[in-house]
């Protein structure tokens, strides 16, 4: 199934987009290692104290927040760019409905409606996790 409101231009534009996306995210991704050996290696020499502990211990909580958010994009991207060589891109992934040609403008791989993204999002939550 394919989305009507998209014309052969726009996808290609799309996967133009897709592809830049992708290959920032593998920069991030091969930052975000080279950054982390730089800093075991710092360790390693390093006598620390309590407040450095702590501090790197933020450093990689907020760089595992960071390379789970990375991962997670990158596979929305991939899985976008597989859509368009099946011809479905612009399909969502959960209900088939048509995906808005705005909400793809803004964010070239979403893979599903908003109505769909925030249920998916809803289900993935931790229970008890609400917001404060």
């Keep these: ?7 052969e231009q726009f996808v290609e534009e799309q996967r133009g987009r897709l592809e830049e996306l992708k290959q920032e995210l593998l920069d991030i991704r091969q930052g975000m290692n080279e950054d982390e050996q730089d800093r ?4 390693q020499d390093t006598e620390l104290d309590s407040g450095d ?3 790197q ?3 990689r909580e907020m760089d595992a927040t960071i390379g789970e958010q990375t991962e997670r994009r990158l596979q929305d991207v991939e899985r976008a ?3 368009i060589e099946e011809g479905s891109y612009g399909v969502c992934e959960d209900t088939g409905e048509e995906i808005a040609k705005g909400r793809l403008e803004a964010v070239p791989e979403a893979i599903r409606t ?4 925030q249920r998916f999002e809803q289900e ?4 008890g996790g609400g917001e404060v």
């Design 53 to 55: 502990e702590a501090q």
């Design 40 to 43: 075991n290696e710092e360790e």
């Design 124 to 127: 993935r939550r931790p229970a």
């Design 1 to 7: 199934m394919a989305n009507t409101q998209l014309d």
């Design 114 to 117: 908003m109505d769909a993204q």
């Design 57 to 59: 211990m933020f450093t």
């Design 81 to 83: 760019l597989g859509k």
